[in-house]
Each structure stands twice: as C-alpha cells, then as structure tokens.
C-alpha cells in the first residue's frame, strides 16, 4: 500500500536560518511526490512536484525539495526561513501511473522573527 | 494552472439535512477530485469524477452518502447528505489536466474548500 509519512508535527525555525520539512514515502513502482502548503483558511497551493529526471527541484517562493530513492525520502527545503513561510506543509504521492494523491499528515511551520 | 472557485465558501447546517457543494473551473479539465479535511487532519480523497461517468469512490465513502455530478469538464457538485457533526470538515476540489489513462501523473489544483459545520 501507498503511504506517506510526515515524521514531525511541527517545525520551529528562525526567521533566515535555514528550514527542511521531512517527507519519506512507501510506494510500489515509480514514485511522483508533491509538496502543498495551506495558509489558514485557504485551500492548498502546488509548491513543485518530482516525476523525473533531476533529483533536486525547484519550486515555487524559493522552496526546493531533494528526491532520495535510496532513503526513499522528498524533504522540503528552503535556504532562508521567512515569517511569511509560517503554514501547514502537506507531502503527497501518486504512484502507479495514476494522479490519486495520497497525503502525509501534515507539517506545521512556524517561522519566528 | 487553473482558477478554481467553490460554492458556498462556508456554511453552518443542522444535523439531518443536506448541502450540495460547488466547484467551478475556468477552463476544461478531464479529472476532477473532492478531498475531505476533517479538523486537524489531513486529506482524504473521497471520490474521482471524470466527465461522463459515474464518480469512483474511494474506500469508506458512498455514493448515497456523497453523491456527485459531473455535468460538463469545467464544473462538479459534491452532496453531503444526512449530515451529522461528525460530517464537520472542509471539503476541497481539485482539477488536473491528465487524461485518466495509466502512466499520466499531473499536477492538482485546489479550490480554496467550504468549510462545513453541522450542528
């Protein structure tokens, strides 16, 4: 079966440290992973995803993410933590060719001044 | 990317009745998913409606409980029917713009969800 871990509830960071959100997943066959984030009272919105092709991708607000098959791991990162980067992070992944997402319990960040 | 609205953006409902959610896109897409978010949890797809067909429900979900439309590839309507308190969630739709055929994996859009509460 799928599955998705997000082993920390919740991440505290300095305001420009840097920040990794971890993210490791349980699949069969080739895995797609996705990072969301979700800022209170709205819906989710995309940060990148890996389908293929560079381990190492970048996204969205300059947020990137490492594909490690080996630790079978896709931990989110960012050089310098912002207060605005204060939101629940969601890892997600789709497997077996088709897009039914499934998603991780949820990260919360909290970026402090 | 895509615009996606919902309709209502939150609504308070009392235990026994009904409330059809909407989900309206701005342009056409083949797939189009309700994820349920119960307080503090994560996402859970309820369902996969793709224009067409009858909607493919996930595990622990059922079609008379969660009835949905799928009349045309820019819109969709979820129902939670015989709602009770445990019915208290946030009700998310997404799009992509895959084909449902194997080995196509897109990314998904989400609407910005209905927050429902039933008393």
């Known amino acids: 079966a799928q599955s998705v871990a997000q082993p920390e509830d919740q991440v505290n960071v300095a305001e420009g440290n840097p920040l990794t959100v971890k993210c490791t997943y349980s699949?069969?066959?080739?895995?797609?992973l996705f990072w969301y984030v979700q800022y209170p009272n709205r819906g989710l919105q995309f940060l990148l995803k890996?389908?293929?092709?560079?381990?190492l991708v970048k996204g969205s607000y300059g947020f990137e993410a490492e594909f490690n098959k080996s630790q079978t791991s896709f931990h989110l990162k960012k050089p310098s933590a912002l207060v605005s980067d204060s939101a629940l992070y969601f890892c997600a992944v789709a497997s077996g060719g088709y897009n039914k997402l499934i998603f991780g319990a949820g990260t919360r960040l909290a970026v402090h001044p | 990317s895509a615009v996606i609205s919902q309709k209502p953006s939150r609504d308070i409902c009392q235990r026994g009745t009904s409330l059809t959610i909407q989900c309206q896109v701005d342009?056409?897409?083949?797939?189009m998913f309700w994820y349920r978010q119960q307080p503090g949890q994560s996402l859970t797809l309820i369902a996969t409606a793709n224009q067409g067909s009858e909607a493919t429900y996930e595990s622990g979900f059922v079609i008379d409980k969660f009835p949905i439309s799928r009349p045309n590839l820019t819109f969709s309507t979820l129902t939670v029917s015989n709602m009770s308190p445990e019915d208290s969630s946030i009700y998310l739709c997404?799009?992509?713009?895959?084909?449902?055929?194997?080995?196509?994996?897109?990314?998904?859009?989400f609407g910005p969800g209905t927050r429902l509460t039933v008393l």
């Open positions: 699949v069969s066959g080739n895995p797609y």
């Open positions: 890996y389908i293929t092709g560079d381990n």
């Open positions: 997404s799009v992509d713009r895959a084909s449902g055929l194997a080995g196509e994996v897109d990314t998904q859009y």
């Open positions: 342009s056409q897409v083949t797939m």
